[in-house]
């Protein structure tokens, strides 16, 4: 059984503080790496993907991959409280995509 | 450019009755999946269409639930005699790769 595991949180980070979110998943021969961010009442939304070891930067957030340890994080720079949602974390086998269940994240003015 | 519409975006039917649920993907993405999230709880992948292959119908939860893509672009999930558990929002996503997907809005059905 594939797995993706996520800490269900709330994970509440003051505003303009960094906010570090983890995901580790089960199947070694996983290949790419995305971040959905879901805000309440929302469809989940793609902001980050990731195919290669080490850290990748779009804007305010930074995707990093650790293929020998099956972990992903996701860190927001500069938190503000429109980042306050759900962010899932999936990673892609045979497919399709295996999805955490995901982290709430609360950021606090 | 457009992205995924999904249709009705509210459906309220009673138990035993059939329903549609409708999908417009992204023009030119080949893959089409549906997943159904209830109230709080993660995405629950139903079933997957790529291109003209035979659909992935591992997710289907009953033989009550089927769906078809025509064309190899519009998509609709069919639930049949529904029940009080099927009450969910249905979520739509494309992708022209499998692994970057897009999603609609979402159909959320209530079964009275």
């Known amino acids: 059984q594939k797995e993706v595991e996520q800490n269900s949180g709330p994970l509440s980070v003051p505003e303009g503080a960094i906010a570090s979110l983890n995901c580790t998943y089960s199947?070694?021969?996983?290949?790419?790496f995305f971040w959905y961010r879901q805000y309440s009442g929302k469809s989940p939304e793609l902001i980050m993907f990731?195919?290669s070891n080490g850290d990748k930067e779009d804007g305010r957030f930074t995707a990093q991959l650790n293929k020998a340890s099956q972990y992903v994080s996701l860190l927001i720079r500069d938190s503000q409280p429109s980042d306050s949602a759900t962010y899932l974390c999936?990673?892609?086998?045979?497919?399709?995509?295996?999805w955490g269940a995901g982290t709430k994240l609360i950021i606090k003015p | 450019g457009a992205g995924v519409s999904q249709s009705p975006s509210n459906k309220v039917t009673e138990k035993g009755k059939d329903v549609e649920l409708r999908c417009d993907p992204i023009s030119g993405h080949t893959a089409l999946y549906w997943y159904r999230q209830s109230l709080g709880q993660g995405l629950e992948f139903l079933i997957y269409?790529?291109?003209?292959?035979?659909?992935?119908k591992s997710g289907l939860p009953s033989d009550r639930f089927s769906a078809e893509r025509t064309g190899g672009s519009v998509s609709t999930l069919t639930i049949q005699r529904t029940q009080q558990e099927d009450s969910a929002v249905y979520l739509c996503?494309?992708?022209?790769?499998?692994?970057?997907?897009?999603f609609g809005p979402g159909t959320r059905l209530t079964v009275t």
């Open positions: 990731i195919y």
């Open positions: 999936a990673v892609g086998s045979n497919y399709q995509l295996i």
């Open positions: 269409f790529q291109g003209n292959s035979a659909p992935d």
């Open positions: 996503a494309s992708s022209p790769n499998h692994y970057e997907q897009y």
């Open positions: 199947d070694r021969g996983s290949q790419s």
